[in-house]
């Protein structure tokens, strides 16, 4: 069965500091990754996907993440963090399961940035 | 361009009461999703349709419905209410099993 693991439920981070946030996954196969964000009381929004070539992928708002096939990783980076990046983030893999194609998201980090 | 939009934004329940949750989006979507997020437990998916006039159990399909007879429209349905429902609903929908486009959510409460 496929999954993903955010390890950390809250992530503390200064106003203008890198932020890095985790995600490990277990799937058979390639897997197809993403990355969204969610606001206070709004949907999720689509941030950035992996599917395959360049391991860094460049996604919205200046947010990028690395694709880790070794460690099985797909952690999500910004060089500067901004206020306005606070928010709650989700990581997402999609691969073959039973003949179809699933999603499965992670239970989610919440990214604090301090001004 | 509304995207995917949700009725109601937010609704009541008295244990035992039924209702049906509208998601209705406008982007010509083949897939289409039902999730209800609580906190510490992520986003679960209820059900979802691959197209028109299917439907397909997610991790969590107890107690919900759905049906999809509009390629635009995907219906959740909770034929009688319980105070485990209370949660955010989100609905989502995506040309293939790929980028999901969700909508604002639905907050609904079961007394």
């Known amino acids: 069965a496929q999954s993903v693991a955010q390890p950390e439920d809250q992530v503390n981070v200064a106003e203008g500091n890198p932020l890095t946030v985790k995600c490990t996954y277990s799937v058979s196969g390639n897997p197809y990754l993403f990355w969204y964000v969610q606001y206070p009381n709004r949907g999720l929004q689509f941030l950035l996907k992996?599917?395959?070539?360049?391991?860094l992928v460049k996604g919205s708002y200046g947010f990028e993440a690395e694709f880790n096939k070794s460690q099985t990783s797909f952690h999500l980076k910004k060089p500067s963090a901004l206020v306005s990046d606070s928010a709650l983030y989700f990581c997402?893999?999609?691969?073959?399961?039973?003949?179809?194609?699933?999603?499965?998201f992670g239970t989610g980090t919440k990214l604090q940035v301090i001004p | 361009n509304a995207g995917v939009t949700q009725t109601p934004k937010f609704r009541v329940l008295k244990t035992g009461q039924s209702m049906t949750l509208l998601c209705a989006q406008d982007m010509n979507h083949e897939y289409m999703y039902w999730y209800r997020q609580d906190p510490g437990m992520g986003l679960r998916l209820i059900h979802y349709?691959?197209?028109?006039?299917?439907?397909a159990k997610g991790e969590v399909p107890d107690g919900y419905n759905v049906s999809r007879l509009k390629k635009q429209n995907f219906l959740l349905g909770l034929e009688s209410a319980a105070p485990s429902q209370t949660s955010v609903y989100f609905c989502?929908?995506?040309?293939?099993?790929?980028?999901?486009?969700f909508g604002p959510g639905t907050r609904l409460t079961v007394l």
């Open positions: 997402a893999v999609r691969a073959f399961a039973g003949g179809y194609q699933k999603v499965t």
């Open positions: 992996y599917i395959t070539g360049d391991n």
């Open positions: 989502a929908s995506s040309y293939y099993p790929d980028t999901q486009y």
């Open positions: 349709s691959v197209g028109e006039g299917t439907t």
